[in-house]
Nanobody
Framework: QVQLVESGGGLVQAGGSLRLSCAAS????????MGWFRQAPGKEREFVAA????????YYADSVKGRFTISRDNAKNTVYLQMNSLKLEDTAVYYC?????????????????WGQGTQVTVSS
């Protein structure tokens, strides 16, 4: 039984920053890769970033590389997404997800548990 709860979303001006958090329940958090996805109205859910169970490896979508940073604190059962230089196209509901193993890729089906999502709106 796993529960993921995202927080930190809000309204930010273009060029600004925001830090999202995802708090996870469970005793085996450190054994699973974690990822961030986002979904805008009328669009499919898309991959944003992923991090391995230990935090030793990260991967980013080209659209956010250099601007976003994913990290995790296994002692706190929490994964973070630091978003800098935000653009209008970053506006979406952001979801935290647990991978199916120590490592996970960019596909939606590579993750088995999802949070409820947190809204991020970037204004001009």
């Amino acid at each position: 039984q796993v529960q993921l709860v995202e927080s930190g979303g809000g309204l930010v001006q273009a060029g600004g920053s925001l830090r999202l958090s995802c708090a996870a329940s469970g005793r085996t958090f450190r054994y699973y890769a974690m990822g961030w996805f986002r979904q805008a109205p009328g669009k499919e859910r898309e991959f944003v970033a992923a991090i391995s169970g230990s935090g030793g490896s990260t991967y980013y979508a080209d659209s956010v590389k250099g601007r976003f940073t994913i990290s995790r604190d296994n002692a706190k059962n929490t994964v973070y997404l630091q978003m800098n230089s935000l653009k209008l196209e970053d506006t979406a509901v952001y979801y935290c997800a647990r991978g199916r193993g120590l490592g996970a890729g960019t596909g939606v089906h590579e993750y088995d548990y999802w949070g409820q999502g947190t809204q991020v709106t970037v204004s001009s």
